[in-house]
């Protein structure tokens, strides 16, 4: 672990017996962050892709997740070298990339999370140096994790290059974008279509592999399923999908009774 030590390692939880629950905050609100935080996921991921957060968002977040103890994983927008490092001088312990599809896509990701002579990240640990102190060049390198998302016909069929690429630490399945790839509709928790197979398929790869799979997820009943298949990490829907809810939830029982 590195000396912050406030903060799980993030490594280690992915490699723990069982399927760890990752929170997914799309909103830029500090508030909803630490309620999330605090309320025992073992990882929170904010999206910076899809979601409505900025770089000074993601500062103030990352912040209140190290203040809750919780290790944070942040998605870029996009595989590019100076989004992956600005999220890691902000603090993350685990970079999401979306879009990837091939081995050189992967090393791209991994290059970018890794200092010299390892990789090619650029010196400048914002938040790292004030977490981790002098330690953290050296350590960060076997603390960070890599994550490539599956979510294209081309990764799907590269699956077994994308995960011999050395320093990979897990991959992450966007159901609805590989759903749409393959000729199915989109959307999350999905049933029957082509995507079906292919979630095992990935499942069976990332196992023979050694290599951690996750998958986002909306239902609980789902994220078990997805679990029994193999899968390592499961994002369990939004903080929005929560709140939405609950009050939906809360309001059916209010206007039953």
Known sequence: MLADMTTASLRTRLAEPGTAAIGWLTSPDPLVAETIARSGFDAVALD????????????????????????AIVRVAWNEPHLVMKALDLGAWGVIAPMLEDAQDVRRLVEACRYPPR???????????????????????????????????????????LLAVPGLGAVFVGPADLSQALGG?????????????????????????????GIYARSPAYARRMATLGYRFVALGSALDLVASGADAALRAFRAA
């Open 48 to 71: 910076m892709q899809h979601g409505a957060i900025d770089h000074g968002d993601a500062l103030r977040l990352l912040q209140v997740l190290t203040l809750a103890g919780v290790p």
């Open 119 to 161: 990789g090619r990240r650029s010196y400048g640990p914002t938040r790292g140096a004030a977490l981790a102190g002098a330690e953290y060049a050296a350590r960060s390198d076997d603390e960070v994790v890599p994550i490539a998302m599956i979510e294209t016909r081309a990764a799907l069929e590269h699956i077994d290059e």
């Open 185 to 213: 509709p989109p959307g999350a928790d999905l049933e029957d279509g082509p995507v079906v197979d292919a979630l095992r398929h990935v499942a069976e790869r990332c196992a023979a592999a050694g290599v951690s799979a």
